[in-house]
């Protein structure tokens, strides 16, 4: 019970942090897999506002990432994609890795990074459109006691 306690207060903690300074806010989505452990590595960015398990349009499983481009660059969100993203796995179609975006300015920078960081197996594109995951998907990371999906 007490862990169960903690893991809320986290949740909790986490959608609270302070956004009224926030000047610029973009929108980009990541899958590498499952979208837990990703979701978690993202929160963890200073200048992500929230964060939000979704289904894409071309049906993967990925992480709808806002963040205050005044404090975080795009460098440090492909940072937080790379430590779960898993080069060589033959990732199965609702897990396969994406870097997709609302904002087509974002598609120069994300070509970028996408060479800098040699992922030659991410789709790479705009996000027309997604679902947003279940409830019990939400922060499960957190909620779960830091059990990554099997």
Not at 107 to 125: F, H, I, R, T
Request: aromatic share 12%.
């Amino acid at each position: 019970m007490a862990t169960m306690k903690l893991s809320f207060l986290l949740v909790v903690l986490f959608l609270a942090r302070d956004t009224k300074q926030i000047t610029k806010v973009e929108t980009i989505a990541f899958g590498a897999g499952c979208f837990w452990g990703l979701e978690y590595e993202l929160q963890q960015i200073e200048g992500v506002i929230s964060t939000k398990c979704i289904y894409t349009n071309i049906g993967t499983e990925a992480v709808l990432v806002k963040y205050d481009h005044e404090v975080v660059q795009l460098d440090n969100l492909f940072a937080g994609f790379v430590k779960v993203y898993k080069p060589g796995v033959n990732y199965r179609r609702p897990y396969r890795p994406t870097i997709q975006f609302f904002d087509t300015s974002l598609s120069e920078a994300v070509d970028e990074l996408v060479k800098k960081y040699d992922l030659e197996n991410v789709s790479v594109g705009t996000l027309h459109g997604y679902t947003e995951a279940e409830g019990f998907h939400q922060n499960r990371f957190l909620i779960k006691n830091r059990q990554l999906c099997r």
